[in-house]
């Protein structure tokens, strides 16, 4: 049983940046898959981002690609989500996910984090 804990959430202006954490514990980090997801309010949870469990690939949705970056630490058991040059159609709320292996689909990941608020002020 993996356990997900996301921070670094919080306000931020237009065009600013912010870097989300993810800490897992309770499982083999490195084998997993790590993507993140985002629920805005009044809509469904999506896709952001992905990283497979060497690193070797990423995998990004339309809308954050060029300003979005995800990487992990596998010493620290830790995804990241490096986010610039934010807009304020990125509020959401920002959960982690992991995954026998990197996918874009909810019903890839197995276990889920709690979530985080970003919001982005015009």
């Known amino acids: 049983q993996v356990q997900l804990v996301e921070s670094g959430g919080g306000l931020v202006q237009a065009g600013g940046s912010l870097r989300l954490s993810c800490a897992a514990s309770g499982g083999t980090f490195s084998s997993y898959a790590m993507g993140w997801f985002r629920q805005a309010p009044g809509k469904e949870r999506e896709f952001v981002a992905a990283i497979n469990w060497r690193a070797a690939n990423t995998y990004y949705a339309d809308s954050v690609k060029g300003r979005f970056t995800i990487s992990r630490d596998d010493a620290k058991n830790t995804v990241y989500l490096e986010m610039n040059s934010l807009k304020p159609e990125d509020t959401a709320v920002y959960y982690c996910?992991?995954?026998?292996?990197?996918?874009?689909?909810?019903?890839?990941?197995?276990?889920w984090g709690q979530g985080t608020q970003v919001t982005v002020s015009s």
């Open positions: 996910a992991a995954a026998a292996a990197m996918g874009r689909l909810e019903d890839e990941y197995d276990y």
